[in-house]
């Protein structure tokens, strides 16, 4: 792993704990705010699907794992060279005990 990529996993991973303890002094914080009326009713379909539109993007955004992803790619390259992309290498025939072909084969009459 190079230094600078190093340097930074240590930064990101210690940045995590004041983001929590942030994270954590506001919900305590709001914790008088809270109101529970809106779990006595029954949202209308059109304010339900209002809700779920409005939510989508904020999981797009949650699971986006690109920038992470892109990095381990660079990792793997720079760690395996030319063989972090190449093809797949073949499994032994003893792996494949029990296993049918795919495709079927035609059979032979």
Do not use: D
Not at 30 to 59: D, H, K, Q
Not at 72 to 93: D, I, N, T, W
């Amino acid at each position: 792993m190079l230094t600078g990529q190093r340097i930074m996993l240590i930064i990101t991973q210690w940045l995590v704990y004041p983001l929590i303890l942030i994270l954590l002094g506001v919900t305590l914080y709001l914790i008088p705010a809270w109101n529970f009326s809106a779990f006595r009713g029954v949202p209308t379909p059109g304010e339900f699907l209002m809700s779920v539109w409005l939510v989508i993007p904020v999981l797009v955004f949650a699971f986006n794992h690109s920038p992470a992803i892109s990095q381990f790619s660079v990792a793997m390259k720079h760690e395996y060279g030319s063989r972090a992309s190449g093809p797949p290498r073949r499994r032994s025939s003893s792996s494949r005990v029990g296993s049918r072909p795919w495709p079927p084969r035609a059979s032979c009459r």
